[in-house]
């Protein structure tokens, strides 16, 4: 969730984005508890979304005049990868913003993992004894969404009096460490208290880190920096769903969440040590 006080660019998309997330958890917790059995459903509605939002961009029309404005290209391809090339040379000289795009990327490893594997750490980790499957998953889902909503408010409230640097750094240590909880127990109860920290916490380090590629890029930039960035995180983070699910099979799905946070706090430790992280 991005603040509008703390972010002075982008701010109604992000928070807009983030604040769909928040509600999409507990919504798919709903989802889950009240479908039982069925639960490939709320995949089929979410994936649905996606093509009403596809249909809605479809009936966007932009002006004429902004056509005039823009830059002539002779070819739409040549001109996406000029932009992601210029947004990767700034990226790439901005030494705060790569390392933050390169901590970020090991300590979202996590995310990833836990994005595949709730449902079944829910079904085969969790003992079911407190809360059954698969309303265990939805109770954790809505857990994430409510440390998110949680996370938003306190950051958004003191942050701007914090350095970002160490925000970014607790905001990767506790997450990580909530995560290797999580991974750990089959207690429901306990599972659900570190979902809520890391919902918290994942706030903690993406809202200073958000507010820094805002601070630092020009606003002509933004779209081609940000676009870099999401890509190398978001495919660390599609690489480690793909890795998590494969090993699923042959190992408790528990275990590699685990792990996974061990990685999210070295991550923590890493950052620490950069002064270009840690100072800003």
Do not use: C
Request: charge should be negative; hydrophobic fraction near 55%; glycine fraction near 10%.
């Amino acid at each position: 969730v991005r603040r509008e006080d703390l972010i002075p660019a982008n701010g109604a998309n992000w928070t807009g984005e983030t604040m769909a997330d928040i509600v999409g958890y507990p919504q798919a917790g709903v989802f889950v508890a009240f479908l039982g059995a069925n639960l490939a459903l709320p995949f089929w509605v979410d994936a649905f979304t996606y093509i009403i939002s596809a249909l809605l961009l479809a009936g966007l029309v932009i002006p004429p005049a902004v056509h005039a404005a823009g830059p002539r290209v002779s070819s739409a391809i040549a001109a996406f990868v000029e932009e992601l090339r210029e947004g990767w040379h700034f990226l790439r000289g901005e030494v705060a913003l790569f390392q933050n795009t390169l901590v970020s990327v090991v300590a979202q490893l996590s995310i990833g993992a836990t994005l595949a594997l709730t449902v079944v750490y829910a079904e085969r980790t969790l003992s079911g004894e407190i809360i059954p499957y698969p309303t265990n998953y939805a109770v954790l889902e809505a857990a994430i969404g409510v440390g998110n909503l949680l996370g938003g408010f306190v950051v958004g409230a003191i942050g701007a009096r914090l350095r970002k640097g160490w925000m970014v750094i607790t905001g990767f240590a506790v997450m990580g460490l909530a995560t290797i909880a999580l991974g750990l127990t089959s207690n429901e109860l306990l599972a659900v208290g570190a979902a809520v920290v890391i919902g918290i916490f994942n706030l903690v380090y993406v809202i200073p880190s958000q507010t820094l590629f805002a601070e630092r890029t020009p606003e002509g930039m933004m779209g081609r920096v940000v676009a870099i960035r999401s890509s190398i995180v978001m495919g660390a983070l599609t690489g480690a769903m793909a890795v998590s699910s494969g090993l699923a099979d042959q190992v408790d799905a528990g275990v590699i969440i685990a792990a996974t946070g061990v990685l999210t706090v070295i991550a923590a430790v890493i950052a620490a040590w950069l002064p270009a992280v840690r100072d800003v």
